[in-house]
Nanobody, 118 residues
Framework: QVQLAESGGGLVQAGGSLRLSCVAS????????MAWYRQAPGKQRELVAD???????KYVDSVKDRFTISRDYAKNTVYLQMNSLKPEDTAVYYC????????????WGQGTQVTVSS
């Protein structure tokens, strides 16, 4: 069906930057929302940012003005540029796509670790 390949996680100091990438491949219809979620130890998974098929973006309040989500339509790729990173950004970050075919369908990447040290 859909496969998601993530890259860009790692270890950085507070105040540093990282860029996450996720490439979607497989057989599906082109109209889809792409998103980044994260889950920190002991906490629920939360939506960080998403971008619709029309380019509309949304962000969780804690990352506004620091993170930017974007997409390359031709390559079916979504990016998350993360600047001014804080220790509380430490989490496993997951790529997600959703699209409609008969019913709404959701697919997840394997997750990539982001660690921000003080």
């Amino acid at each position: 069906q859909v496969q998601l390949a993530e890259s860009g996680g790692g270890l950085v100091q507070a105040g540093g930057s990282l860029r996450l990438s996720c490439v979607a491949s497989g057989s599906f219809f082109s109209a889809m929302t792409m998103a980044w979620y994260r889950q920190a130890p002991g906490k629920q998974r939360e939506l960080v940012a998403d971008i619709s098929s029309g380019g509309t973006t949304k962000y969780v309040d804690s990352v506004k003005d620091r993170f930017t989500i974007s997409r390359d339509y031709a390559k079916n790729t979504v990016y998350l540029q993360m600047n001014s990173l804080k220790p509380e950004d430490t989490a496993v970050y997951y790529c997600n796509v959703r699209y409609f075919h008969i019913v709404w369908r959701n697919y997840w990447g394997q997750g990539t670790q982001v660690t921000v040290s003080s």
